[in-house]
Antibody, heavy 113, light 112 residues
Framework: EVQLVESGGGLVQPGASLKLSCVAS????????MSWVRQTPGKTMEWIGD????????NYAPSLKNRFTISRDNAKSTLYLQMSNVRSEDTATYYC??????WGQGASVTVSS | DVVMTQTPPSLSVAIGQSVSISCKSS???????????LHWLLQSPGQSPKLLIY???NLGSGVPDRFSGTGSQKDFTLKISRVEAEDLGVYYC?????????FGAGTKLELK
């Protein structure tokens, strides 16, 4: 069974950094592109970016490219999202996905002082 | 960015009824490889999204054939025949042809 389990969410102050992780199981992680998607409290879905199966290439939403970094460790079957200089509008549930075909349970991030 | 316009924003249905949801894109979603990367997701209450249909008309794993997807270029439709209680939730279309990938605003399916 394909499983994606995010962690690392929580309450963070504006301007701080936060790193989310997503541990994958039930499939060969290194064979797949992986993505991060977030959902705002108002339920709007926003694609953050994705990373090639070998980690050699990434794509980002232009509005987030300067603050968010996606990486992966195939030896650990883990996907990462490094968020820097977070803002209140980054408050959302963050999902890792296997090219939209499988989704984690989400990690909630709240940016507030 | 490609704008995905979903209608209606909400639907109130009776069990057993059939419904359709429309999704229109501001640009053609045909990729250079000839495929159309338009997918449909369902987010049941309190759950993560789940892939229902990929590339316009292909059923996701374990998705019942009451669900069907049609369309081309910029105009797409999700049809649910004989709605069941487990179908309630929010439906999203998403395009993965053009960067950045973009989602529709969602259609909430509720029981009448």
């Amino acid at each position: 069974e394909v499983q994606l389990v995010e962690s690392g969410g929580g309450l963070v102050q504006p301007g701080a950094s936060l790193k989310l992780s997503c541990v994958a199981s039930g499939f060969t992680f290194s064979d797949y592109w992986m993505s991060w998607v977030r959902q705002t409290p108002g339920k709007t879905m926003e694609w953050i970016g994705d990373i090639k199966y070998d980690g050699s290439y990434t794509n980002y939403a232009p509005s987030l490219k300067n603050r968010f970094t996606i990486s992966r460790d195939n030896a650990k079957s883990t996907l990462y999202l490094q968020m820097s200089n977070v803002r209140s509008e980054d408050t959302a549930t963050y999902y890792c996905t296997r090219v939209m075909g499988a989704w984690g349970q989400g990690a909630s991030v709240t940016v507030s002082s | 960015d490609v704008v995905m316009t979903q209608t209606p924003p909400s639907l109130s249905v009776a069990i057993g009824q059939s419904v359709s949801i429309s999704c229109k894109s501001s640009q053609s979603l045909v990729y250079s490889d000839g495929k159309t990367y338009l997918h449909w997701l369902l987010q049941s209450p309190g759950q993560s999204p789940k892939l229902l249909i990929y590339q316009v008309s292909n059923l996701g794993s374990g998705v019942p054939d009451r669900f069907s997807g049609t369309g081309s270029q910029k105009d797409f439709t999700l049809k649910i025949s004989r709605v069941e209680a487990e179908d309630l939730g929010v439906y999203y279309c998403v395009q993965a042809t053009h960067f950045p990938y973009t989602f529709g605003a969602g259609t909430k399916l509720e029981l009448k």
